[in-house]
């Protein structure tokens, strides 16, 4: 049985064995996920990180709807987007220990921000599915060099700004290669090569309302 098959069975009961047993399954996955997110490895023994990536994984397990998607890829955003959230949180209000967050109870404002948070998330991976794409293609489109994810940000920003680029983009469900190259002045051979990424940033970034837009911040952000 599969990964999102257990997670749909594991959904009819909420069994809290079933869930640790899930999740000490997926603890390489889960430590892998956030050490890419934060560019060294994750230590389960020191790092708030690796809490609060438990903590995400479980609610994805909640949160998880086969009809949007795989389980993991979808597992993989709501870890990234939680520990970023809490990276920004430390560095607003100095060095916050994991105690001090859990202890701390959830406002009505964090409430309604991570609910939208999830619906954005949700929302996003149906516009990727309306172009043929899923987070997974995503996952494995995404370059593993920062400066170049960076550049890519900058020109995914700009394209999101050409709202006659993004209405073609949106209408045929595809990259309109030729025309943002023309547009931007940018090389179409880079662009093709990128599409998916490029095409998944600049859906992010064409709602700067979204959480997600906002978690993915101004261009040079990790995404």
């Known amino acids: 049985m599969g990964i999102d098959d257990q997670i749909c069975r594991w959904q009819l009961n909420k069994d809290s064995e079933e869930a640790d047993r899930l999740i000490q399954a997926y603890l390489p996955f889960i430590i892998k996920t956030l050490s890419k997110a934060a560019g060294r490895f994750i230590d389960p023994a020191q790092d708030d990180e690796y809490s609060i990536g438990l903590q995400a994984f479980y609610e994805a397990m909640q949160r998880f709807d086969r009809d949007n998607g795989k389980f993991l890829p979808f597992a993989q955003l709501v870890m990234i987007s939680r520990v970023k959230s ?6 607003k209000h100095g060095q916050l220990s994991l ?4 202890i701390e109870p959830p406002s009505v404002t964090d409430l309604a921000e991570d609910f939208c948070r999830a619906e954005d998330i949700l929302l996003f991976i149906r516009q990727l599915q ?3 794409l899923t987070p997974e293609d995503l996952v494995k489109a995404t370059p593993q060099r920062r400066d170049v994810r960076e550049n890519l940000l900058e020109i995914a920003c700009r394209m999101s700004l050409e709202q006659d680029l993004m209405d073609t983009m949106k209408l045929k469900h595809r990259l309109p290669i030729q025309a943002v190259a023309r547009r931007l002045s940018i090389n ?5 090569r990128h599409k998916v990424y490029l095409l998944a940033a600049a859906l992010v ?10 978690w993915l911040g101004k261009c040079g952000a990790q995404f």
């Open 86 to 91: 809490w990276w920004k949180q430390d560095r």
């Open 99 to 102: 105690d001090e967050l859990e």
């Open 130 to 132: 309306a172009f043929g």
């Open 188 to 192: 179409a051979q880079m662009i093709k």
């Open 205 to 214: 970034y064409s709602d700067p309302q979204s959480m997600l837009a906002q």
